[in-house]
Each structure stands twice: as structure tokens, then as C-alpha cells.
């Protein structure tokens, strides 16, 4: 009888109008969504531009086609359920239905499993363009499309059976079909309705409907998507049979309530059981695995056993407080999805609390008003209660958080007592990153590499923030690339007495002092002993760090390098990857294949043709044409130099690595012949006509020094959907084909369908 129900159901959705202008007009969205995004990959392949990920490009992402019709989808159903029962109740066939000996849940099961099918037609549509994509992407990302086309599916038909409910509680069509539409809307926007409780937040978020097929649409298929869309669908047909018992049986209103109170119980229940982490599953079916941890932070995810507490500190008076606040507590909490997938038993807490910190904004919007005025103020404005804000002193009994300016902060904490902090940064991004997190969490598992900064003789300072000094590098806790937060250690380190042992990296950075015989003493003893070094020399400086460099079997060459720009002065040089580099370094490949170099202003050569207990690796070398080691220019301002007697034209090396084994250790020692590369102003400068990524060279320089235990290698396998069989012609064929013959053929089954019916 269910399925005789839905037959009938069907016949009569095709036998109006509105089914096949349904599948008219979705046939013409889908093909200008899909021609639209091809016609981007294929602009361009002809103008040279290189494809990146066509597939994920194609169908999820900002321009692809199922995330724009995601936000679209919910126009349609209206129009299709909107005369499942109000029909039947206008028309007055409700009656025969009430008389027959067909149950209420077979009358719903049979109306929505025509939807169903309805809705597998209007996939269908999409399976066509899948099929397509299929064809004209070269080494397409098969599966991803695919986990879409679910999701989609999934959402459409939980909009059929909210639909269905509307229907079954009205005659008038169009109450249903605006009643549909405003319980949508409810849907998307309940986050909004979850206010400070954190257990309100907890539920308004999940049974927020809004872009829920997301995560299906990139790639991963969760457990806790499915069991949504399966709860609701399942409530509102519950809720649809109830109203039809309702009316065929005398049912007390209070009967009905509580019945409804008991489904709504029992779907807060399954709500809590698939949400918590230890029961869900997760299936990533890209290519690359993007949607899931890298194996290399898999690996220190299997390292931490024992309890795991994540405390975050929210300073109401700190900028970033909205992040932590209880209102976005569960979005915050949703951020770390990635890794509580591996660690279920990870427990988040939050600590609140008012203290000094740098907020430029506050002290212009309140200039007179003192701390703690300031702070219940933002408690009033932002309605928050201003009790559950500790004090400066109250916060400080706990933890002093004043060395790391009481901004935002987490605290990890294991179950053994090992503790690290993990920091948001002054970036667009702000929140830390898969490789940021994972290198706070194998801190917890290992004792860190410590990098020691050689003092005494006017190094670059890793204190300061000058243009030429080293805080951004070393240790600024606001700079996602420093030392500190990808893992590291740092000290500054006195060569008045010996190295200290656990000093695994020693950085020197432009004397400019010379080191006194005892210094000497002290520093060939750590090299001997397999210790590993930094080197960076500047123009002008550099006979000053060739007695270290010298027993290395490398020095640094008198004068400075320079180079013919259009735009620069010519003591900036360009600096190359070279092939070598790009065997032992995937970011090094990776920035080689995109033309990206390493900006070195004042550089100066490095000869490494002295003897040597050493492998010599060059990492970096200047341009062959162009490029010259200029001996008498100084003035690059007001002077341009030109290639004298004496000087060639050559590629000069840059940046070279030295490595042996010492005992049962490798030893490495980095020799660069720029100490400005990684200054302040050079990671912060950008400059228009120049390709560069300065980062690069800190990340990989110390992923060698620190023997691969940090920064996390978080590097996943190049996609390989990066080209498309199509150009211009094959375009204008697509789009013939989608706006025109698709839609068309669609009109044409229509009119078949009126001409058999009016015969």
C-alpha cells in the first residue's frame, strides 16, 4: 500500500506543471553554476595560469557547483510538498483516506517516498555534470563529487519531509509552502538563538540545518552529519504521523504534548550520543586526505596517552575575547574537531577573567576610564556576566599570564604534569593552524630542541623589535613563524664560559665583535662534540665570522654581492633554490616549482672550495646573468655599480649546508651569507614585482637543525587534478549542452507527458 501511495503520489507530481518546472529550472541554475566554474579553469589553462585542485574547485569550495546550490536548494521543496496533504485536505479526499484501512505512518511513508524519488531525479541532473567532470578533469579527485551528490541528496530530502510536516498541519497550499520557508529559516539561523548557555548553544547548533551537507561537499563523511539528517527527517515524519492520529482518533491535547515532549526527549538523547566524540567515525575521500590530520601530526596524536586538558584563558579586555566567549564557545570548540577525532577524551575548559593587556582600541573608545571600568563596561555591552570575570589578582593565584601580555591563550596540559601554551597571532588567520597545534601537542610528548643565540659581541638581538634584529624569528609570540611556536626553545647564550649541553642549535648572526681565543676554544668544542650551527654573515662584517667558518671548510668572500633590477637598488639579490635543496625539503620544491625565491639585501658570497671534513650542499645561489661580487661600490643609492676588472658574472652560493656524522648522531651547520634574510623588516616587507617567501627559509633551515622533530611536517601528497582535456570549443559545446539541450529535453518530456495525459 506504501508504495501504491507513492505511485500515485508520483502521477500526479508529474501530471502538473509544477514538477517539470521544478526540474526545468534547477536543470538551468545547475548548468550555469557548473559552465560558470569550468569556464574559470578553463580561462585559466589558455592564459597559462596554473590549475590547482580543478575537482574541489569544480564542485565544493567558494565558486563550486554543489556549494552554491546548497544555499539554494530550499526554494525548490516548498513548491513540491506544499499540496502532499493540503490537497488532500481541500479536495476532501482526506476522508477516504481516514476511511480505508491504510495506516497514518503508510499515507506519510507513501507521500514521501515519492519525494524521494523526486528528489533522485533533480540528483540526477547532478549526477550528469559529475559524470562530465569526470570526463574533462585530468586525474579528477573521483570520490569527491560523489560524497556531494549524498550530502545533497540528504539535505533536499530533509527539507521534503520538513515540507511534508507543513502539509500535513494545513488545507491552504500556500500556508504550507511559506510555513516550509519559515521553519528553514528557524533552522539556519537557531545558532543565533543559543545566547550565553552553553548547553542551549549545544543543541541551537545542532539542529541548525545551515550548510550542513558542508562537510560532505569537500570530502568527509562524518557520522554525526548522517545520524543529523536521519534524526530530523525521522522527527518530522513522527511528527506528520502524530498529526494525522491526532485527527483520524479523539486524542486529548494533553496526550498529544506529552507524545511530543517523549519524540522530542528521544531525539535530544540520540543528539547527545552522536555528537560526542568517542562515538563518531569519519570517512576523508579526497585524494590527498586533506580533510583529516597529515600523518606526521597522526603521529603525535598516537604519542599522547593519558588524559589531555586544553584550558583557554579569555581576557574580556583582550581583543581577540570574542573567540573564547560563551556565545561562540561552541564554534570555538568545533575548531579542534580534527584532533579530538583522534583523542576523543580531550577535555576543553575556559577560564574568564579582566587584566592589563595591549588593546589599542580600548584605549580610544574609554581613555578615562580605569581597568576594571573599562572591563564591566564591555560586560554590559556585550551582555556578560561580569561576576564570572576573575580579577587581576584572582587570575594571577592561578597562573601569572603576564609574560605572554594576557592576551587569549590555551594552556595544554597532559595527565603526567607537563604543560605548553598554545597562542593566537597578529595575522589575518589569528587562530593556529594544524601545524601550530600539533607542535604545542609534541611538546608535551618530548623534551623541545632549545636554539641558544650566541651574545657579547653585538648580535642581531632576539629581544628587539628593530628592523634588523630577531624577535620575529626567535621569539615573538605574536609571529606564527618564530621559534617558540613551531616547537622550539630559545636562550641567549654567553661563549664567556663553555656552551651549556643542552643547546641543540647554536645561532650566530653578524659579529660584530671578534670572538676572543677562549670564545674559539669554547666553540670548536661544541662543533667537535656534533653540535649543530646557524651561521649568517652581512656585507662589510664578514672577515669577522671567517676564523669560525674557516675550519669548516668555507668562507665568506670579501665585497658584497649585487644585482640589475628595474625597481631595486642592487644589493638586494634574488636568491635561487637550487636543485639540490628541493631532494630534502618539499616547501623548498614546492616554492622552486612556483618561482619563489628568498629576498637577501647586503649579501655576500660564499666559497666553499676550502678542505673539509663536511658534505657541502648548496641551498641558495644568486642568478647567473646579472649577478656579480662587487668589490669597490658601497653607495647603492646614489651610485650604480658596474662590472670592473676582476669581477665575473657568475651564479655565487648563498646558502650552504654541511653535514657529517658524528658518532651516532648527524651533525648539520647552515652557513648563509645574509644575516638580514630573517630580520624583522625583511619578514615583513613585501615588494610588488618580487615572488618570495622568507618563511620558507626559517621552517625548513630549522626542520634540518632541529633533525626533523620540529616544525611538524604537516606536507600531504600534491594533488594531482591539476589540468583540464577542454578549451575554448570544448566550453562553448559544454554550455550549448547545459543551457540549452538538457533544459530542452527536460521541457520536451514535459509536453509529452500533457499530450499522453489529454489523450
Same mark, same amino acid.
Given at each position: 500500500?506504501?508504495?501504491?501511495?507513492?505511485?500515485?503520489?508520483?502521477?500526479?507530481?508529474?501530471?502538473?506543471?509544477?514538477?517539470?518546472?521544478?526540474?526545468?529550472?534547477?536543470?538551468?541554475?545547475?548548468?550555469?553554476?557548473?559552465?560558470?566554474?569550468?569556464?574559470?579553469?578553463?580561462?585559466?589553462?589558455?592564459?597559462?595560469?596554473?590549475?590547482?585542485?580543478?575537482?574541489?574547485?569544480?564542485?565544493?569550495?567558494?565558486?563550486?557547483?554543489?556549494?552554491?546550490?546548497?544555499?539554494?536548494?530550499?526554494?525548490?521543496?516548498?513548491?513540491?510538498?506544499?499540496?502532499?496533504?493540503?490537497?488532500?485536505?481541500?479536495?476532501?479526499?482526506?476522508?477516504?483516506?481516514?476511511?480505508? $484501512?491504510?495506516?497514518?505512518?503508510?499515507?506519510?511513508?507513501?507521500?514521501?517516498?515519492?519525494?524521494?524519488?523526486?528528489?533522485?531525479?533533480?540528483?540526477?541532473?547532478?549526477?550528469?555534470?559529475?559524470?562530465?567532470?569526470?570526463?574533462?578533469?585530468?586525474?579528477?579527485?573521483?570520490?569527491?563529487?560523489?560524497?556531494?551528490?549524498?550530502?545533497?541528496?540528504?539535505?533536499?530530502?530533509?527539507?521534503?519531509?520538513?515540507?511534508?510536516?507543513?502539509?500535513?498541519?494545513?488545507?491552504?497550499?500556500?500556508?504550507?509552502?511559506?510555513?516550509?520557508?519559515?521553519?528553514?529559516?528557524?533552522?539556519?539561523?537557531?545558532?543565533?538563538?543559543?545566547?550565553?548557555?552553553?548547553?542551549?548553544?549545544?543543541?541551537?547548533?545542532?539542529?541548525?540545518?545551515?550548510?550542513?551537507?558542508?562537510?560532505?561537499?569537500?570530502?568527509?563523511?562524518?557520522?554525526?552529519?548522517?545520524?543529523?539528517?536521519?534524526?530530523?527527517?525521522?522527527?518530522?515524519?513522527?511528527?506528520?504521523?502524530?498529526?494525522?492520529?491526532?485527527?483520524?482518533?479523539?486524542?486529548?491535547?494533553?496526550?498529544?504534548?506529552?507524545?511530543?515532549?517523549?519524540?522530542?526527549?528521544?531525539?535530544?538523547?540520540?543528539?547527545?550520543?552522536?555528537?560526542?566524540?568517542?562515538?563518531?567515525?569519519?570517512?576523508?575521500?579526497?585524494?590527498?586526505?586533506?580533510?583529516?590530520?597529515?600523518?606526521?601530526?597522526?603521529?603525535?596524536?598516537?604519542?599522547?596517552?593519558?588524559?589531555? +586538558?586544553?584550558?583557554?584563558?579569555?581576557?574580556?579586555?583582550?581583543?581577540?575575547?570574542?573567540?573564547?566567549?560563551?556565545?561562540?564557545?561552541?564554534?570555538?570548540?568545533?575548531?579542534?574537531? /580534527?584532533?579530538?577525532?583522534?583523542?576523543?577524551?580531550?577535555?576543553?575548559?575556559?577560564?574568564?577573567?579582566?587584566?592589563?593587556?595591549?588593546?589599542?582600541?580600548?584605549?580610544?573608545?574609554?581613555?578615562?576610564?580605569?581597568?576594571?571600568?573599562?572591563?564591566?563596561?564591555?560586560?554590559?555591552?556585550?551582555?556578560?556576566?561580569?561576576?564570572?570575570?576573575?580579577?587581576?589578582?584572582?587570575?594571577?593565584?592561578?597562573?601569572?599570564?603576564?609574560?605572554?601580555?594576557?592576551?587569549?591563550?590555551?594552556?595544554?596540559?597532559?595527565?603526567?604534569?607537563?604543560?605548553?601554551?598554545?597562542?593566537?597571532?597578529?595575522?589575518?588567520?589569528?587562530? $593556529?593552524?594544524?601545524?601550530?597545534?600539533?607542535?604545542?601537542?609534541?611538546?608535551?610528548?618530548?623534551?623541545?630542541?632549545?636554539?641558544?643565540?650566541?651574545?657579547?659581541?653585538?648580535?642581531?638581538?632576539?629581544?628587539?623589535?628593530?628592523?634588523?634584529?630577531?624577535?620575529?624569528?626567535?621569539?615573538?609570540?605574536?609571529?606564527?613563524?618564530?621559534?617558540?611556536?613551531?616547537?622550539?626553545?630559545?636562550?641567549?647564550?654567553?661563549?664567556?664560559?663553555?656552551?651549556?649541553?643542552?643547546?641543540?642549535?647554536?645561532?650566530?648572526?653578524?659579529?660584530?665583535?671578534?670572538?676572543?681565543?677562549?670564545?674559539?676554544?669554547?666553540?670548536?668544542?661544541?662543533?667537535?662534540?656534533?653540535?649543530?650551527?646557524?651561521?649568517?654573515?652581512?656585507?662589510?662584517? /664578514?672577515?669577522?665570522?671567517?676564523?669560525?667558518?674557516?675550519?669548516?671548510?668555507?668562507?665568506?668572500?670579501?665585497?658584497?654581492?649585487?644585482?640589475?633590477?628595474? /625597481?631595486?637598488?642592487?644589493?638586494?639579490?634574488?636568491?635561487?633554490? +637550487?636543485?639540490?635543496?628541493?631532494?630534502?625539503?618539499?616547501?623548498?620544491?614546492?616554492?622552486?616549482?612556483?618561482?619563489?625565491?628568498?629576498?637577501?639585501?647586503?649579501?655576500?658570497?660564499?666559497?666553499?672550495?676550502?678542505?673539509?671534513?663536511?658534505?657541502?650542499? $648548496?641551498?641558495?645561489?644568486?642568478?647567473?646573468?646579472?649577478?656579480?661580487?662587487?668589490?669597490?661600490?658601497?653607495?647603492?643609492?646614489? /651610485?650604480?655599480?658596474?662590472?670592473?676588472?676582476?669581477?665575473?658574472?657568475?651564479?655565487?652560493?648563498?646558502?650552504?649546508?654541511?653535514?657529517?656524522?658524528?658518532?651516532?648522531?648527524?651533525?648539520?651547520?647552515?652557513?648563509?651569507?645574509?644575516?638580514?634574510?630573517?630580520?624583522?623588516?625583511?619578514?615583513?616587507?613585501?615588494?610588488?614585482?618580487?615572488?618570495?617567501?622568507?618563511?620558507?627559509?626559517?621552517?625548513?633551515?630549522?626542520?634540518?637543525?632541529?633533525?626533523?622533530?620540529?616544525?611538524?611536517?604537516?606536507?600531504?601528497?600534491?594533488?594531482?587534478?591539476?589540468?583540464?582535456?577542454?578549451?575554448?570549443?570544448?566550453?562553448?559545446?559544454?554550455?550549448?549542452?547545459?543551457?540549452?539541450?538538457?533544459?530542452?529535453?527536460?521541457?520536451?518530456?514535459?509536453?509529452?507527458?500533457?499530450?499522453?495525459?489529454?489523450?
Amino acid at each position: 500500500m506504501i508504495f501504491q501511495i507513492a505511485k500515485n503520489e508520483l502521477r500526479n507530481m508529474f501530471c502538473s506543471p509544477i514538477a517539470w518546472l521544478v526540474l526545468f529550472i534547477f536543470a538551468v541554475q545547475t548548468g550555469i553554476e557548473f559552465t560558470g566554474s569550468m569556464a574559470m579553469e578553463v580561462r585559466d589553462s589558455v592564459m597559462g595560469v596554473g590549475l590547482y585542485r580543478v575537482t574541489a574547485n569544480c564542485y565544493s569550495g567558494i565558486r563550486g557547483l554543489f556549494s552554491s546550490l546548497q544555499g539554494s536548494l530550499f526554494l525548490y521543496v516548498p513548491l513540491l510538498t506544499m499540496g502532499l496533504m493540503s490537497r488532500e485536505r481541500s479536495s476532501g479526499s482526506i476522508k477516504l483516506l481516514y476511511s480505508s $484501512p491504510v495506516s497514518n505512518s503508510s499515507i506519510i511513508l507513501g507521500k514521501y517516498i515519492s519525494l524521494l524519488i523526486y528528489n533522485l531525479i533533480l540528483i540526477c541532473i547532478l549526477l550528469i555534470y559529475v559524470f562530465l567532470g569526470l570526463c574533462i578533469i585530468e586525474n579528477v579527485d573521483f570520490w569527491l563529487p560523489f560524497s556531494g551528490l549524498v550530502g545533497l541528496y540528504l539535505i533536499v530530502c530533509t527539507y521534503a519531509a520538513i515540507g511534508l510536516y507543513m502539509s500535513s498541519i494545513t488545507s491552504y497550499q500556500v500556508v504550507a509552502a511559506l510555513g516550509t520557508l519559515a521553519v528553514l529559516a528557524i533552522l539556519n539561523y537557531l545558532p543565533s538563538l543559543g545566547g550565553n548557555i552553553e548547553v542551549v548553544q549545544e543543541i541551537t547548533y545542532w539542529f541548525s540545518i545551515s550548510r550542513k551537507a558542508n562537510q560532505m561537499i569537500d570530502g568527509l563523511i562524518c557520522s554525526e552529519d548522517l545520524f543529523y539528517f536521519f534524526i530530523v527527517i525521522g522527527l518530522f515524519l513522527s511528527l506528520s504521523v502524530l498529526k494525522l492520529h491526532s485527527e483520524r482518533k479523539v486524542i486529548s491535547k494533553s496526550r498529544c504534548i506529552v507524545t511530543c515532549i517523549g519524540i522530542l526527549t528521544f531525539v535530544l538523547l540520540l543528539e547527545y550520543v552522536c555528537t560526542r566524540p568517542a562515538c563518531m567515525w569519519y570517512c576523508d575521500v579526497t585524494q590527498d586526505k586533506s580533510r583529516t590530520l597529515s600523518k606526521g601530526s597522526q603521529e603525535v596524536m598516537k604519542a599522547l596517552d593519558g588524559g589531555l +586538558t586544553i584550558t583557554t584563558y579569555v581576557n574580556l579586555l583582550d581583543d581577540h575575547r570574542w573567540q573564547g566567549l560563551p556565545a561562540n564557545r561552541v564554534y570555538d570548540v568545533r575548531g579542534f574537531r /580534527q584532533f579530538t577525532r583522534f583523542k576523543p577524551e580531550i577535555q576543553m575548559r575556559y577560564v574568564y577573567y579582566y587584566d592589563q593587556t595591549d588593546n589599542p582600541i580600548l584605549d580610544k573608545l574609554y581613555p578615562n576610564l580605569s581597568m576594571e571600568e573599562r572591563a564591566r563596561e564591555l560586560a554590559r555591552v556585550e551582555d556578560l556576566d561580569f561576576d564570572k570575570f576573575l580579577s587581576p589578582e584572582e587570575i594571577r593565584e592561578k597562573i601569572d599570564l603576564t609574560s605572554e601580555g594576557n592576551r587569549f591563550l590555551r594552556l595544554l596540559e597532559r595527565e603526567n604534569g607537563r604543560k605548553t601554551f598554545l597562542r593566537i597571532y597578529n595575522d589575518g588567520q589569528a587562530n $593556529p593552524g594544524e601545524r601550530e597545534i600539533a607542535a604545542a601537542l609534541k611538546r608535551l610528548t618530548i623534551v623541545p630542541p632549545k636554539v641558544g643565540f650566541l651574545t657579547g659581541h653585538d648580535e642581531r638581538s632576539i629581544r628587539q623589535v628593530g628592523e634588523w634584529d630577531y624577535s620575529a624569528f626567535a621569539a615573538n609570540i605574536g609571529f606564527r613563524y618564530s621559534l617558540v611556536n613551531i616547537g622550539f626553545d630559545v636562550e641567549e647564550v654567553d661563549l664567556r664560559d663553555t656552551i651549556p649541553g643542552d643547546i641543540h642549535v647554536l645561532v650566530i648572526a653578524d659579529l660584530k665583535k671578534p670572538l676572543t681565543d677562549d670564545e674559539q676554544e669554547y666553540l670548536q668544542r661544541y662543533v667537535d662534540k656534533g653540535g649543530n650551527l646557524f651561521i649568517l654573515a652581512t656585507a662589510t662584517r /664578514q672577515e669577522l665570522l671567517n676564523p669560525v667558518t674557516r675550519s669548516l671548510g668555507v668562507y665568506f668572500e670579501p665585497g658584497i654581492l649585487v644585482q640589475n633590477h628595474k /625597481q631595486h637598488q642592487q644589493d638586494l639579490i634574488l636568491g635561487e633554490i +637550487t636543485s639540490e635543496a628541493i631532494h630534502f625539503s618539499p616547501e623548498f620544491f614546492s616554492n622552486k616549482a612556483s618561482g619563489k625565491c628568498i629576498t637577501m639585501p647586503r649579501a655576500v658570497a660564499i666559497n666553499c672550495n676550502g678542505q673539509s671534513d663536511f658534505r657541502i650542499t $648548496p641551498i641558495l645561489e644568486t642568478s647567473a646573468k646579472g649577478c656579480w661580487n662587487e668589490q669597490e661600490t658601497i653607495d647603492f643609492v646614489n /651610485q650604480v655599480a658596474t662590472l670592473g676588472p676582476g669581477e665575473q658574472e657568475k651564479s655565487y652560493p648563498l646558502m650552504v649546508m654541511l653535514d657529517r656524522e658524528v658518532g651516532s648522531k648527524k651533525q648539520y651547520i647552515l652557513v648563509v651569507g645574509c644575516a638580514d634574510c630573517i630580520s624583522n623588516g625583511e619578514l615583513t616587507r613585501t615588494r610588488n614585482d618580487v615572488n618570495s617567501n622568507n618563511y620558507s627559509l626559517i621552517m625548513e633551515s630549522f626542520r634540518v637543525l632541529g633533525d626533523g622533530v620540529f616544525p611538524v611536517d604537516v606536507s600531504r601528497p600534491a594533488p594531482v587534478d591539476n589540468a583540464i582535456k577542454i578549451g575554448e570549443t570544448g566550453l562553448i559545446v559544454l554550455k550549448w549542452f547545459a543551457l540549452f539541450i538538457l533544459p530542452l529535453g527536460i521541457v520536451m518530456g514535459g509536453v509529452w507527458v500533457w499530450r499522453r495525459r489529454r489523450k
